[in-house]
């Protein structure tokens, strides 16, 4: 510098330029043409830890640099090696080196000639500096990997819609080749490439081309395209600082398919919820209404809501407008409120229209809350009939004469009357439900309900369960007499009903009694019947000779003749009234006489109908005969069977007015192939109760018909004894004014085929006379 050192080192110490240099963070060393150090700042000393007074101005510049090199400023090796080789440098050219200390900090040296002699040497650490590039470096080189292994594809575009970088994904997720996507390519190219592999299909793909290409950029863009290939990619565009943008792709394919799943979910979830009979309200996390199905709105017609009300809202307004009942409104809104906040809850209740719905409430994972309510108005009408009839049948049970218990499958009370429980010598909390049947009659046998002793324990041994059969009687130790039925119910249990039966059994001995009384009575009545008939024969039979004798004698006056004739005729018919009671008696005791033989029945009716036609005349009646041709011959007692038919024309021909008619007729029965007999007059008839009454020994339906045709009752009750005694039988079809028709059928058993020849008289037949 010019003025000599000392000028210059004065020059360079001015305070201000100290002061500047001493707050600059670079070290900085000048140098003077004589080679001594006149300024060193304080970043110099602060950075080798010294102390300025080692090297005070006008130090040489060989101590100072020997100095430094031994604090290490030079790297690791000789000091004085590193020392020499500093001042070797040229130091009239600019010149640059980078030195790392013993430390390991890395400075850049720089010295630089002044103008007039001497030099700068400035030290800039870039310790800090190498370190953040290589992180950059090695944030770079992460990134790029990351790049390279991302599934997504990534794309930096410049403000020019340049490509910057990509990563081998956004090819590949494009539909392009990873050569395709070279930097430097503009959108629309790369856009065209993608027209041209055939990933635009539609015939307008220049025009997609053009309106992608134009999508301003500075703002998020996000759109979905969907490949050729069925992939659906979602495009995200982000703009950058420096004016361009980044694209991000996405594979969104399996989303996109979930998505569709879901609505499809979604769309038949709402269609389940529309078809469901069941009303269905879905409140939010923030207690506002969120979805609701027809059958709700349909339900709770009367109480509108929409989407977004809140619950307390609608509560409140189904509160005032009486939807829970009497009472105070606010009380009722907590109360609901309340049920909807714990947990889930069902319940019922009558709305005010008089609908019955069942209520219920759960609570949802998103915090929310669903509401079911269904109509129950049936099912509740139901309920309080059945209870209705419940509270009837306990009526009827409480009120019923018979005691009655209820068992389940496993032999345990359901349900029984007090009754039962005092019938079977229990309480009715013995008998409460629940108890079994094994404890019951433990309980009976402990109190000699069974008897006493062994035979009680036996009684009882043999009738395990219901094993008893289902009905049987037992004598409590009272003295009373129970009837226990036993009725299997339809789930695998029984019903069993105790009725109080001693009154009953009383009355059935005395009638039993009675009965055998009553038959003692008749058979002594038939026994004295025969026994006096047997008497009367005798001295009827003399009569009934002398008057025959007195009319075989020649002369005598015609009124005697006639008194005579009277005589015997009363005898005839007084002897066959005898007849008829004796026949009567054996009915009831030995039965009778049956003389089985082969005989016609057609010549049988013939004549029937020819010794009764004059009778029938004299009473002013026709008598009509019917027989079928062709009819086979018949087993039989002619004798009876005639008997029989005589007395059914003579009951005819007695009660059927003058003018009226008569017809007996033969035939056999088309379905049974049985022979029927029948006597149809069109008399006065008879009602079709008293029928059975005209069965009855002595028996006239009516006394003034007593009075006016007479008779002994016997004709009928004899009829139909003499045809049973066949293996016939005999019935009547009557009403009153509409005559009657009497039946004698006999058995198709008893018919011989045609062509049978007759028995000779005294033959098998003569010999099959034989008691019936």
Same mark, same amino acid.
């Given at each position: 510098m010019s003025g000599g050192p000392a000028a210059a080192a004065a020059a360079l110490a001015e305070p201000a330029l100290r002061t500047a240099l001493d707050a600059m963070p670079h070290r900085v060393v000048v140098v003077d043409a004589a080679g001594r150090v006149v300024l060193a700042n304080a970043a110099v000393w602060e950075g080798l830890d010294l102390d300025p007074a080692l090297a005070p101005p006008g130090t040489p510049f060989r101590d100072f640099v020997r100095l430094v090199a031994f604090r290490g400023i030079y790297g690791p090796g000789d000091p004085e090696e590193h020392a020499e080789a500093a001042l070797r440098l040229d130091r009239s050219i600019v010149s640059r080196r980078v030195m790392r200390d013993t430390d390991g900090r890395v400075f850049e040296l720089y010295s630089v000639p002044m103008a007039g002699g001497g030099f700068v040497v400035s030290a800039v650490e870039l310790t800090a500096h190498l370190a953040a590039e290589r992180e950059a470096a090695a944030r770079a080189r992460r990134l790029e990997r990351v790049l390279q292994q991302l599934q997504g594809g990534v794309a930096q575009y410049d403000a020019g819609q340049r490509l910057v970088l990509s990563n081998p994904a956004y090819a590949e997720l494009i539909g392009l080749d990873r050569d395709d996507a070279r930097p430097g390519l503009t959108l629309a190219e790369v856009l065209r490439k993608l027209a041209a592999a055939g990933e635009f299909t539609n015939a307008e793909a220049e025009a997609i081309v053009r309106q992608r290409a134009a999508v301003d950029r500075s703002r998020p863009t996000t759109y979905q395209r969907v490949r050729p290939s069925g992939e659906v990619l979602r495009f995200r565009s982000q703009p950058t600082p420096d004016g361009g943008f980044l694209i991000e792709v996405t594979d969104v394919t399996a989303l996109k398919r979930a998505e569709d799943e879901a609505r499809r979910r979604a769309a038949l979830l709402d269609g389940v919820l529309e078809a469901l009979p069941h009303g269905v309200a879905i409140w939010g996390p923030d207690r506002r209404l969120a979805g609701v199905n027809s059958a709700y709105r349909r339900i709770m017609h009367d109480t509108p809501l929409a989407i977004g009300d809140s619950l307390e809202e609608v509560i409140r307004r189904r509160a005032r407008a009486g939807e829970y009942g009497p009472g105070d409104p606010e009380e009722r809104v907590r109360e609901e409120l309340a049920r909807h906040a714990r947990g889930p809850r069902s319940w019922w209740r009558v709305r005010p229209d008089g609908t019955a719905i069942a209520v219920r409430t759960a609570p949802l994972p998103d915090g929310g809350s669903i509401s079911v309510v269904t109509d129950v108005t049936e099912l509740h009408r139901a309920r309080e009939e059945a209870n209705r009839r419940a509270a009837i049948l306990s009526v009827m049970l409480e009120n019923t004469r018979h005691g009655i218990c209820l068992f389940d499958a496993e032999g345990k009370v359901v349900a029984a009357n007090a009754l039962a429980a005092r019938m079977t010598g229990l309480t009715p909390e013995e008998l409460a439900p629940g108890r079994s049947l094994e404890?019951?009659?433990?309980? !009976?046998?402990?109190?000699?309900?069974?008897?006493?002793?062994?035979?009680?324990?036996?009684?009882?041994?043999?009738?395990?369960?219901?094993?008893?059969? *289902?009905?049987?009687? *037992?004598? *409590?130790?009272?003295? /009373?007499?129970?009837?226990?039925?036993?009725?299997?119910?339809?789930?695998?249990?029984?019903?069993?009903?105790?009725?109080?039966?001693?009154?009953?059994?009383?009355? &059935?001995?005395?009638?039993?009694?009675?009965?055998?009384?009553?038959?003692?009575?008749?058979?002594?009545?038939? *026994? =004295?019947?025969?026994?006096?008939?047997?008497?009367?024969?005798?001295?009827?039979?003399?009569?009934?000779?002398?008057?025959?004798?007195?009319?075989? &004698?020649?002369?005598?006056?015609?009124? +005697?003749?006639? =008194?005579?004739?009277?005589?015997?005729?009363?005898?005839?018919?007084?002897?066959?009234?005898?007849?008829?009671?004796?026949?009567?008696?054996?009915?009831?005791?030995?039965?009778?006489?049956?003389?089985?033989?082969?005989?016609?029945?057609?010549?049988? +009716?013939?004549?029937?109908?020819?010794?009764? &036609?004059?009778?029938?005349?004299?009473?002013?009646?026709?008598?009509?005969?019917?027989?079928?041709?062709?009819?086979?011959?018949?087993?039989?007692?002619?004798? #009876?069977?005639? !008997?029989?038919?005589?007395?059914?024309?003579?009951? +005819?021909?007695?009660?059927?007015? #003058?003018?009226?008619?008569?017809?007996?007729?033969?035939?056999?029965?088309?379905?049974?192939? $049985?022979?029927?007999?029948?006597?149809?007059? /069109?008399?006065?008839?008879?009602?079709?109760? $008293?029928?059975? #009454?005209? =069965?009855?020994?002595?028996? &006239?339906?009516?006394?003034?018909?007593?009075?006016?045709?007479?008779?002994?009752?016997?004709?009928?009750?004899?009829?139909?004894?003499?045809?049973?005694?066949?293996?016939?039988?005999?019935?009547?079809?009557?009403?009153?004014?509409?005559? /009657?028709?009497?039946?004698?059928?006999?058995?198709?058993?008893?018919?011989?085929?045609?062509?049978?020849?007759?028995?000779?008289?005294?033959?098998?037949?003569?010999?099959?006379?034989?008691?019936?």
């Amino acid at each position: 510098m010019s003025g000599g050192p000392a000028a210059a080192a004065a020059a360079l110490a001015e305070p201000a330029l100290r002061t500047a240099l001493d707050a600059m963070p670079h070290r900085v060393v000048v140098v003077d043409a004589a080679g001594r150090v006149v300024l060193a700042n304080a970043a110099v000393w602060e950075g080798l830890d010294l102390d300025p007074a080692l090297a005070p101005p006008g130090t040489p510049f060989r101590d100072f640099v020997r100095l430094v090199a031994f604090r290490g400023i030079y790297g690791p090796g000789d000091p004085e090696e590193h020392a020499e080789a500093a001042l070797r440098l040229d130091r009239s050219i600019v010149s640059r080196r980078v030195m790392r200390d013993t430390d390991g900090r890395v400075f850049e040296l720089y010295s630089v000639p002044m103008a007039g002699g001497g030099f700068v040497v400035s030290a800039v650490e870039l310790t800090a500096h190498l370190a953040a590039e290589r992180e950059a470096a090695a944030r770079a080189r992460r990134l790029e990997r990351v790049l390279q292994q991302l599934q997504g594809g990534v794309a930096q575009y410049d403000a020019g819609q340049r490509l910057v970088l990509s990563n081998p994904a956004y090819a590949e997720l494009i539909g392009l080749d990873r050569d395709d996507a070279r930097p430097g390519l503009t959108l629309a190219e790369v856009l065209r490439k993608l027209a041209a592999a055939g990933e635009f299909t539609n015939a307008e793909a220049e025009a997609i081309v053009r309106q992608r290409a134009a999508v301003d950029r500075s703002r998020p863009t996000t759109y979905q395209r969907v490949r050729p290939s069925g992939e659906v990619l979602r495009f995200r565009s982000q703009p950058t600082p420096d004016g361009g943008f980044l694209i991000e792709v996405t594979d969104v394919t399996a989303l996109k398919r979930a998505e569709d799943e879901a609505r499809r979910r979604a769309a038949l979830l709402d269609g389940v919820l529309e078809a469901l009979p069941h009303g269905v309200a879905i409140w939010g996390p923030d207690r506002r209404l969120a979805g609701v199905n027809s059958a709700y709105r349909r339900i709770m017609h009367d109480t509108p809501l929409a989407i977004g009300d809140s619950l307390e809202e609608v509560i409140r307004r189904r509160a005032r407008a009486g939807e829970y009942g009497p009472g105070d409104p606010e009380e009722r809104v907590r109360e609901e409120l309340a049920r909807h906040a714990r947990g889930p809850r069902s319940w019922w209740r009558v709305r005010p229209d008089g609908t019955a719905i069942a209520v219920r409430t759960a609570p949802l994972p998103d915090g929310g809350s669903i509401s079911v309510v269904t109509d129950v108005t049936e099912l509740h009408r139901a309920r309080e009939e059945a209870n209705r009839r419940a509270a009837i049948l306990s009526v009827m049970l409480e009120n019923t004469r018979h005691g009655i218990c209820l068992f389940d499958a496993e032999g345990k009370v359901v349900a029984a009357n007090a009754l039962a429980a005092r019938m079977t010598g229990l309480t009715p909390e013995e008998l409460a439900p629940g108890r079994s049947l094994e404890d019951l009659r433990l309980l !009976q046998l402990a109190r000699g309900e069974f008897g006493e002793g062994p035979a009680a324990a036996t009684w009882l041994a043999a009738r395990p369960g219901i094993a008893e059969g *289902r009905r049987y009687e *037992r004598t *409590r130790p009272d003295g /009373t007499v129970l009837e226990i039925t036993t009725e299997p119910t339809p789930d695998g249990g029984f019903v069993r009903t105790y009725t109080d039966v001693t009154a009953d059994r009383r009355v &059935q001995g005395e009638l039993r009694r009675a009965k055998e009384a009553a038959e003692e009575a008749s058979r002594a009545k038939s *026994r =004295f019947l025969a026994m006096m008939s047997h008497e009367l024969r005798t001295p009827l039979a003399a009569v009934i000779g002398f008057s025959e004798a007195l009319l075989a &004698q020649p002369g005598g006056t015609p009124e +005697a003749r006639e =008194f005579a004739r009277a005589i015997h005729d009363a005898g005839r018919h007084l002897l066959s009234l005898i007849e008829d009671v004796l026949d009567v008696a054996r009915a009831g005791t030995s039965g009778f006489l049956i003389a089985e033989a082969p005989f016609d029945p057609a010549a049988l +009716a013939k004549e029937v109908a020819r010794v009764m &036609q004059q009778a029938a005349g004299a009473a002013g009646l026709s008598l009509e005969l019917r027989v079928e041709p062709g009819l086979p011959r018949l087993r039989a007692d002619e004798r #009876r069977l005639r !008997q029989v038919l005589l007395n059914l024309i003579s009951n +005819a021909v007695k009660f059927t007015p #003058r003018g009226g008619s008569v017809t007996l007729s033969a035939a056999i029965e088309p379905a049974t192939g $049985d022979l029927l007999f029948r006597v149809a007059d /069109t008399g006065i008839g008879m009602p079709r109760e $008293d029928i059975p #009454r005209a =069965f009855e020994p002595f028996t &006239q339906l009516d006394d003034s018909l007593a009075r006016r045709f007479g008779g002994s009752g016997l004709g009928l009750p004899l009829s139909r004894a003499l045809v049973e005694a066949q293996g016939g039988g005999l019935t009547l079809e009557s009403a009153p004014g509409a005559g /009657t028709v009497a039946t004698v059928r006999l058995p198709r058993a008893r018919l011989l085929p045609l062509g049978t020849r007759p028995e000779p008289p005294g033959g098998p037949a003569a010999e099959g006379a034989m008691p019936a």
